[in-house]
């Protein structure tokens, strides 16, 4: 269950600055960070999160299932419908312009219905490691200047963030180069996104299939700012089962002092990972066959530190067309919904 959180002690304006010039070290010709338009102080005390989570009423889901209804596919319909009504997140990629105004529609909508939305930060300086489909922001400074837009348009509106997927596990395989700038960016934005004394803050640490030393793991999400988090969120966009994320996640709160929290992404676990590295010549973490959808978001999970079951990913959005004819990251792939929800019923 989610608790109250606690009330913080200041966040000094030592830390902070400490971590800024740590991050700007060695980067001469680049401008000073600009001025927060949300400002980083005292960390106060989030209200009481509403304890149903938001789901956005014109979600593809739902538009989707509304065409099939018109055609007369009744069966497709109620397997999008599915989805349609469950709450699921909204990412933030750095295309929003302006991202304050994104953030402060969306959370407005969440407020007026009494629910939590849950919004994802992905748009940290080479997100994705030189990898296909590398995005995020052009310069530290840059995303500075847009994770303090992000924290302005919370407002003082309870949400949950799920801050930057893949940044710390990729740390720890060794990715970016500058590795130390990575976490002074996660510690600035952790800071920055607490000071709004309503957001939760998750930073992710990524799968179990992906970084075995969970000490090493432990060690990265303490340098990224957890503690002064609320915890950190595992699964994310991936599909490995919730028992064995819940395993997990407790092992690396355990190297952490046995006190952080974790969320999980259930959105597509609900048949587990696929069974081999590969499907069809393209890794298996890509559009796999066979995976159902998840258990349903709540925020009383129950198992020990667990704070909410959440769909972070979006069912029937791509991961990549990782093979002929696949949609793009991010596209929505209707059929792929459709399989997801007949898988799970």
């Known amino acids: 269950m989610l608790p109250p959180r606690p ?24 401008p000073k960070p600009p001025a927060p338009t949300a400002p980083v102080g005292p960390q106060v005390s989030a209200p009481p999160l509403p304890p149903v989570f938001y789901v956005d009423p014109d979600n593809p889901a739902a538009q989707e299932a509304a065409r099939r209804s018109q055609q007369g596919r009744a069966e497709d319909a109620a397997l999008l419908n599915e989805i ?10 750095g295309e929003e312009d302006p991202v304050r105004d994104e953030v402060d529609g969306f959370l407005q909508e969440a407020y007026l219905a009494g629910q939590t939305p849950v919004l994802v930060a992905h748009n940290v300086p080479d997100r994705n490691c030189g990898r296909e489909e590398t995005g995020g922001a052009a310069s530290a400074v ?9 924290a302005s348009g919370v407002n003082g509106r309870p949400v949950i963030v799920i801050l930057e997927p893949g940044a710390v596990p990729d740390a720890v395989d060794g990715c970016p180069r500058d590795v130390g700038g990575r ?16 957001a939760r803050v998750y930073i992710d640490a990524g799968h179990p299939a992906w970084i075995r030393d969970v000490g090493a793991l432990a060690a990265a999400l303490r340098k990224a700012g957890v503690t002064e988090a609320d915890g950190f969120a595992l699964n994310v966009a991936n599909f490995v089962g919730t028992d064995e994320n819940v395993r997990y996640g ?23 990972a696929y069974p081999a590295a590969t499907v069809n010549g393209a890794p298996s973490w890509c559009n796999p066959p066979g995976r159902a959808l998840g258990e349903e978001p709540t925020a009383d999970p129950g198992p020990d530190r667990v704070d909410a079951l959440l769909w972070i990913k979006y069912p029937g959005e791509s991961d990549s067309d990782c093979r002929p004819g696949e949609p793009e990251s991010g596209e929505w792939w209707p059929e792929y919904a459709l399989g997801l929800a007949r898988k799970a019923r």
Do not use: H, M
Request: hydrophobic share 45%.
């Open 250 to 272: 407790q092992q690396i709160s355990d190297k952490l002092g046995g006190k952080s929290r974790f969320v999980i992404d259930t959105s597509r676990n609900g048949n587990g």
């Open 183 to 198: 976490f002074a960016l996660l510690r600035d934005a952790v800071a920055v996104l607490r000071s709004t004394g309503s």
């Open 84 to 93: 349609a009504t469950r709450p699921t997140a909204k990412w933030l990629t």
């Open 142 to 150: 840059e995303y500075q200047r847009w994770i303090r837009d992000v």
């Open 7 to 30: 009330l913080l002690a200041r966040q000094s304006a030592v830390t902070v600055g400490a971590a800024l010039a740590l991050l700007l070290s060695g980067c001469g010709a680049e």
